[in-house]
């Protein structure tokens, strides 16, 4: 039996899910329809915090719960959706945005509804030409239908989106760098408390949700938050789009329930390695998540057990390492990709990241030192917990893992023989 | 100022001013979508960007008079974005992915290519200024590696004689990706200052 779990993109490659009328045909936009004529914003944010849905961005924190830290007091909300996929390995809500744009739409305005939300903003990465075009045909037919704007479906409820494109910057992806982004500004993260709930966009209490995250709503409102519940691992539920890439026979996103085990994610969904090839790691959560190894492939692919083992699920994005992977300069892409993204705001993140990636080339261009990898092993360390965002924190763990399992690799260079 | 560069200054000063009398309308609709009119500082820089191939100084001013922000809160802000150049570039951007599910698959050859077809690195436009590439952090499309972009239009499954095709077609005229305006001839580099990575 397959492991695949197609909710969220079942029927794309099958039906042109762009076209309103297709997507209606699939049950489309009627539980918007449902929620905004029979239920109450309370009853939407009810059945997403029993769904026990976590945050699909990233950070995995329960969507119901986030939600619930907004104040009632009087002041307008946003709903914002975060379309700044830009987590290294992750391909996820690009996919979503270009193949079911009116999902994704339905998405944000359940959310925004489910908020008490009269103006929601999906914030997509400058990158996203093509996607941006499709999502606002998708929204100008979804204006036509008479499902976005003013008095929606007779209610009296009025509820506006904004497609708001970045223009290039990893750190936007960050939901206070995204705020600030959205207002203008350069996408630095803000100092937290205060938290978007309390003040967001604007100043005013704000929810930034991922798109597959907005996007799962409609599913758990049509099947149930108990059918959503019900799926995988108590406390990591529901289904999940893994982005699998690097050394496998069929990268793609595959939709799997949660607590599906990496070793059936990359044998079964993406067709295992190469021919001749052996395994030698996986990135399992993005850039930001350390490498995990042969002894953990039979763990389950959810929250809680991969960050119990050191790593996390992050946005669902794998990258499968086999044995022709050179971990030297595997570390050094990575590395450098978090020195060139960061703001420059906090010391350690802007310092440390430069300084390791300095290392990190000499050792590639054979000038490399013994001392150097002492000096790696505490870089990144007396980085970490240290800055405004994650960013800093995200620096080490993957150099750290592959320097603790691979480091004849790097002393293979030092000595002359990388 | 001799009186050649005067008379250019004098034509810029005309076109510029045609630019932004057909823009504004548009800006108007823009600055109308927000709560707060500083959010249309980057969809406005990118319009002007659309048009002139580059953020000029004048849409830098244009953009801080219709949102009533000082000129250096809005080159500020732009010098935030990659991709906002704030100096002219080539009409054709080429930006290949050098970051991890990339770089495993390949990345190094078809940037390798790049550069020895245009004979350009990392930042740089073609003398003709046809071209400029750059080396760009994650595009995800990772299940597609080696990716690259063409002024932002999505090329897959890359190797280096699919880029030797690329850069024939574009030379010859026959690519299919629309090429970037240019309103100025770009130097070298984009970048304003040395250094970055």
Redesign the interface.
């Known amino acids: 039996m397959s492991v695949l779990m197609p909710v969220l993109t079942a029927g794309i490659g099958e039906i042109n899910l762009r076209d309103i009328d297709l997507y209606r045909a699939q049950g489309g936009y009627r539980q918007l329809e449902r929620a905004l004529t029979t239920l109450k914003s309370a009853d939407v944010q009810e059945a997403v915090t029993r769904s026990g849905l976590r945050g699909r961005g990233g950070a995995g924190f329960p969507t119901g719960k986030k939600w619930s830290f907004l104040p009632n007091d009087g002041r307008p909300r946003y709903m914002v959706c975060n379309c700044d996929e830009a987590e290294p390995g992750t391909f996820k809500d690009h996919l979503l945005l270009e193949e079911t744009p009116h999902q994704v739409i339905e998405g944000i305005l359940l959310g925004a509804y489910g908020i008490g939300s009269h103006h929601a903003f999906i914030y997509i990465r400058g990158e996203f030409q093509r996607g941006a075009e499709i999502l606002r045909e998708a929204l100008e037919q979804a204006r036509q239908a008479g499902f976005v704007g003013k008095n929606l479906f007779n209610t009296g409820y009025d509820l506006e989106l904004t497609i708001h494109r970045g223009a290039g910057a990893y750190i936007c992806g960050e939901e206070t760098g995204l705020l600030n982004s959205l207002e203008g500004r350069r996408g630095e993260p803000r100092l937290k408390p205060p938290f978007p709930a309390l003040h967001g966009l604007y100043g005013m209490p704000t929810v930034v949700n991922n798109v597959e995250t907005l996007a799962s709503i409609p599913h758990i409102l049509e099947r149930g938050a108990d059918w959503f519940a019900k799926i995988g691992p108590v406390h990591s539920p529901g289904v999940k789009i893994v982005s699998i890439s690097g050394h496998v026979r069929r990268p793609g996103n595959y939709e799997v329930p949660l607590g599906t085990t990496m070793r059936q994610l990359i044998d079964e969904c993406a067709g295992g390695l190469r021919e001749g090839r052996r395994f030698a790691g996986v990135q399992p959560g993005g850039a930001s998540s350390a490498c995990l190894f042969e002894e953990h492939l039979d763990l389950s692919y959810d929250f809680d057990t991969i960050a119990k083992a050191g790593s996390m699920i992050g946005s669902g994005a794998m990258v499968v390492f086999d044995d022709t992977t050179d971990f030297v300069k595997a570390a050094y892409v990575i590395i450098r990709f978090f020195a060139h993204e960061s703001c420059g705001q906090c010391t350690p993140c802007r310092e440390s990241g430069n300084w390791i990636m300095r290392i990190l080339r000499r050792i590639l261009d054979g000038q490399g030192r013994l001392d150097d990898i002492a000096t790696l092993r505490s870089a990144g360390r007396q980085m970490t917990g240290l800055n405004l965002c994650a960013l800093g924190d995200s620096v080490e763990p993957f150099l750290a893992s592959v320097l603790e399992r691979y480091e004849e690799q790097f002393r293979a260079y030092i000595i002359g023989e990388g | 100022m001799s009186e050649t560069s005067l008379v250019a200054a004098q034509e810029r000063t005309t076109t510029f001013a045609a630019l932004r009398k057909r823009l504004d309308p548009e800006f108007d609709t823009l600055i109308a979508?927000?709560?707060?009119s500083?959010?249309?500082?980057?969809?406005i820089?990118?319009r002007f960007q659309e048009e002139e191939g580059y953020v000029s100084s004048e849409a830098i001013d244009a953009c801080a008079e219709l949102?009533q922000l000082s000129r250096s809160v809005v080159e500020?802000?732009v010098s935030?974005?990659?991709?906002?150049f704030r100096k002219p570039v080539g009409r054709y951007m080429l930006q290949v992915c050098?970051?991890?599910?990339c770089?495993?698959?390949g990345a190094d050859e078809i940037m390798e290519r790049v550069r020895e077809r245009l004979g350009i690195s990392h930042l740089e436009t073609t003398e003709d200024g046809l071209f400029s590439y750059e080396e760009v952090?994650?595009?995800?499309?990772?299940?597609?590696?080696p990716c690259m972009?063409v002024n932002?239009?999505?090329l897959f499954d890359l190797t280096p004689e699919r880029i030797d095709t690329l850069v024939e077609q574009i030379r010859a005229g026959t690519c299919t990706v629309p090429a970037r305006a240019q309103t100025q001839v770009p130097e070298r580099t984009w970048r304003l200052a040395p250094g970055g990575?």
């Open positions: 979508q927000y709560e707060d500083r959010s249309a500082l980057l969809p820089i990118t949102l500020s802000t935030f974005y990659t991709l906002l050098r970051n991890l599910s770089s495993i698959n952090e994650c595009l995800a499309a990772c299940d597609r590696a972009q932002l239009e999505f990575h």
